[in-house]
């Protein structure tokens, strides 16, 4: 069936180090979004990337969607404790007649930094 | 204002036992869905309903019946709880099924053990 593939599965940094996660799909895909899940919490929105090639920047984040729309990546830089969580890609595969796509979720990359 | 509110928070069960979850939003969205994610944190779609009409059911055992008597209420029974089921479950919602611009917002989550 269809997956995306999410690594690393942890990262521990160091406050101030950067910090980036990749998502790799078997099939080519509709749009990735990116959620936050912080401990204890729930997976909250942080964004989406429609367009081939697409980058997006809030922040200290930068996120990017491959050309072939198949890989999407999240960069933080210079982290921060407020970082902490597990960040989750999504890709919507290509919708289909009367159904919409489906929302496949990566693993996950648990980041944890230290002060 | 809770916009996806999910109850209980805490469900702690012994096996064989029947549970439900209560899951309402009120954001006006048309389509919710029930999430779990294991110890791992992997988050794994269940079923999900486009104005109170079944459209995802991933391979989930009989055990497990979701009712949607509303678009804003969608609720999940597990019939015959067993160890495996031990898990968080999210519900969510999102405005249409699998649309491109429809972000999930998900509930605070319902941590389930089974004893």
């Known amino acids: 069936g269809q997956q995306v593939m999410q690594i690393p599965q942890y990262q521990h940094v160091q406050e101030g180090e950067d910090f980036t996660t990749y998502c790799n799909s078997s099939?080519?895909?509709?749009?990735i979004q990116w959620y936050k899940q912080r401990p204890g919490g729930h997976p909250v929105f942080l964004i989406q990337?429609?367009?081939?090639?697409e980058v997006k920047k809030q922040k200290r984040l930068t996120f990017q969607f491959g050309e072939a729309k198949k890989n999407s990546s999240l960069h933080i830089t210079a982290t921060q404790t407020t970082d902490v969580g597990t960040y989750f890609c999504?890709?919507?595969?290509?919708?289909?007649?009367?159904?919409?796509?489906?929302?496949?979720f990566g693993q996950g990359t648990e980041l944890s930094v230290k002060p | 204002d809770t916009a996806v509110s999910q109850t209980p928070k805490y469900l702690v069960t012994q096996m064989g036992n029947d549970k439900s979850i209560k899951c309402e939003q009120n954001?006006?969205?048309?389509?919710m869905y029930w999430y779990k994610q294991d110890s791992k944190k992997f988050l794994k779609i269940m079923f999900s309903?486009?104005?109170?009409?079944?459209?995802i059911n991933e391979t989930v055992p009989n055990r497990f019946s979701p009712k949607s008597p509303d678009k804003a209420h969608l609720n999940l029974h597990i019939n015959s709880l067993e160890l495996g089921d031990s898990a968080v479950y999210f519900c969510?919602?999102?405005?249409?099924?699998?649309?491109?611009?429809?972000?999930?917002?998900f509930g605070n989550g319902t941590r389930l053990t089974v004893t």
């Open positions: 969510a919602s999102s405005q249409g099924l699998g649309r491109v611009y429809s972000p999930l917002h």
């Open positions: 099939t080519t895909l509709s749009n």
């Open positions: 990337l429609v367009k081939s090639g």
């Open positions: 999504a890709g919507l595969t290509t919708l289909t007649y009367n159904q919409g796509g489906k929302l496949i």
């Open positions: 954001l006006g969205h048309d389509t």
């Open positions: 309903y486009n104005n109170k009409e079944l459209i």
